[in-house]
């Protein structure tokens, strides 16, 4: 299963979600969209909505920091053995 992320540089939400999955150590295709809510076609098409961040995640895409967080949580943190 693979996760997309879509967002912009200057973000700090999507900052915080690009640092939970390099925490976490999960790979993901890293997709930068245009700054200006209206151009980002591609998230809108996922999402039903402008804003970034937005993660794809198999059939599951979610568009709230705190969602995508604790879904990053709940799939790919590691439990210790």
């Known amino acids: 299963m693979a996760i997309t992320l879509y967002h912009v540089d200057w973000c700090p ?3 915080v979600v690009r640092q939970k999955l390099a925490d976490l150590g999960v790979t993901f295709e890293d997709i930068i969209v245009p700054d200006i809510r209206p ?3 591609q998230v809108y098409e996922i999402s039903g909505q402008y804003y970034v ?6 059939d599951t895409v979610l568009s ?3 969602e995508i ?3 990053l949580d709940t799939h790919y943190a590691k ?3």
Do not use: F, Q, W
């Open 79 to 81: 439990t210790p053995s």
């Open 64 to 66: 709230k920091t705190y």
């Open 53 to 58: 961040p937005v993660i794809k995640d198999g």
């Open 39 to 41: 151009m980002r076609k």
């Open 69 to 71: 967080l604790a879904h």
């Open 13 to 15: 939400d999507c900052e």
